[in-house]
């Protein structure tokens, strides 16, 4: 097996039997990068020079004994993450030239523990999307079918692991932007609980949704990277102070015994009978494995998208206000003073997908309309929390599809937003429960593309989701099934 075709947990008992070096790995993932990439365009950004010598610096490392499981690996990173003295876009050309300042929580725990950084990852501009075609830099496409989008926002995040680009990536889901993408590019991606990972640092698209996590090629690998990168961090203050378990301890655990339940509202006659026939063999494997099915309702998860889009947009509206061509950011050139100065920078800098919903979210908070619509989405919010915690008094988790259809075509959803919004539905009451998910792979579709089953949990309850989804990866081959390229 090639270097660049392996998971974190093989490559670092390699590394620490000093089999292989960071060095060697390195290399092998950088050239495998730079044949694939122009076809696949995961990469906006790819640091060789720094990679390799963050390589050479977890050599010297991995020869002491002061290792941890990232030292050595080498890793990409949404471009939604500031990366010191590294450009971040946020796939926007309002970001083009640049230069963050200081790191991310996320990534600075990563690299303190020898990470080591390949580049940043395309994605939809400031993770509004669904397909990673809204980005300044052109789509990303799916490894499995180029003609196919790999889903979004954290399109290039899921498409790196399936390309085999990156041993894991980081990615940011505020509607399902983790787990659609790995789902529709055949990796695991899991959303940790709201508060779970640090968010400073991560260039803010909706505040009270956004959330951190890790996108790998298996679930030992989720564990390890979520352990790497959760707890509280003084400098977010959503960030919550509870201890961090060691997740890969939980794994082994598996799912007998554990109680799941399958809400009604997400096995709807719309679902792709790919995706359907997916969860039918899923719930057999796990009824195998030991565990109980019961049936649950999620009543209000009809006006979950709605809700999200006034929050989300509302949310986004104030978080980019910040972009005003003074501080930083792109200047328009030849304005007539400040408050042109300010709508050309503006208008030059964001895309279509980003002013569509800074409008829908200033139209949301404005008066008059702030408690008809953004009053009532918050109080709708509330009961669709509500109807998690009832779910979970009689289950341990859920059992739903990640996205009502496999990978779209790059184009196909371009023209109607509505549709590419309502793809959402089975992701979007996750962020607004704040509770945690996960995504692994499943199944194949009849046109050859990834399936993905999503797990939910309780808040914080990140330890049962991965152990059932390792139960399941352990009973299953789909994690292993590669893209061709
Ligand atoms: N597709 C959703 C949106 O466009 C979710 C994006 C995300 O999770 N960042 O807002």
Not at 405 to 423: C, H, N, R, V, W
Request: proline share 5%.
């Amino acid at each position: 097996m090639e270097l660049y075709e392996q998971t974190i947990h093989d490559l670092q008992s390699q590394l620490q039997a000093r089999q292989v070096s960071s060095a060697e790995i390195t290399s092998s993932f950088l050239d495998r990068i730079a044949s694939t990439d122009p076809s696949i365009n995961a990469f906006i950004t790819v640091t060789k020079e720094q990679a390799l010598a963050d390589a050479q610096a977890a050599d010297q490392r991995l020869a002491t004994d002061d290792c941890t499981p990232l030292t050595g690996i080498p890793v990409a990173l949404k471009d939604i993450f500031l990366t010191e003295g590294v450009r971040t876009t946020c796939a926007s050309k309002m970001l083009d030239n640049f230069i963050a300042p200081y790191d991310a929580t996320a990534w600075a725990k990563m690299k303190s523990q020898g990470a080591v950084l390949l580049g940043k990852l395309n994605q939809d501009e400031f993770a509004m999307g669904s397909s990673c075609e809204n980005s300044a830099f052109g789509p990303t496409r799916n490894p499995w079918n180029k003609d196919h989008i790999p889903g979004g926002s954290s399109g290039g995040s899921a498409a790196a692991i399936a390309a085999q680009q990156a041993v894991a990536t980081l990615g940011t889901d505020t509607g399902g932007s983790i787990r659609q993408p790995a789902s529709h590019c055949g990796c695991v991606g899991l959303k940790p609980t709201y508060g779970r990972v640090s968010r400073y640092g991560v260039i803010a698209y909706a505040s009270s949704l956004d959330q951190v996590g890790p996108m790998t090629r298996d679930v030992t690998d989720a564990a390890l990277l979520l352990g790497a990168i959760a707890g509280h961090d003084p400098k977010d203050s959503t960030s919550v102070d509870c201890p961090v378990p060691d997740y890969t301890a939980a794994l082994p655990q598996g799912a007998k015994g554990l109680k799941i339940g399958l809400p009604k509202e997400y096995f709807i006659a719309g679902l792709d009978p790919d995706v359907q026939q997916a969860m039918d063999q899923a719930i057999a494997v796990y009824r195998k494995l030991g565990a109980e099915f019961v049936e649950v309702s999620l009543p209000h998860t009809n006006y979950a998208v709605a809700t999200y889009y006034l929050i989300a947009t509302a949310e986004a509206s104030s978080n980019l206000a910040r972009y005003e061509g003074v501080r930083f950011g792109h200047r328009a050139k030849d304005t007539a003073g400040l408050i042109d100065l300010m709508m050309q920078s503006r208008s030059e800098g964001f895309g279509a997908e980003v002013k569509r919903r800074i409008m829908l979210g200033t139209y949301a908070l404005s008066s008059g309309y702030y408690d008809a619509y953004y009053i009532k989405a918050q109080r709708v919010r509330t009961l669709i929390q509500q109807d998690f915690i009832e779910a979970f008094k009689s289950v341990d988790l859920l059992l739903t599809p990640v996205a009502p259809t496999p990978a779209f075509k790059i184009g196909e959803k371009t023209a109607d937003p509505l549709q590419m919004y309502l793809s959402d539905i089975f992701t979007i009451p996750v962020n607004l429960a704040g509770i945690c998910g996960i995504s692994v792979p499943a199944g194949i579709s009849s046109n050859g593309l990834p399936i993905g089953l999503q797990l939910l949990g309780r808040p914080f309850g990140e330890e049962t989701i991965l152990r059932a989804a390792f139960d399941f990866e352990q009973a299953t081959d789909w994690h292993t099934r590669k893209a061709a390229l």
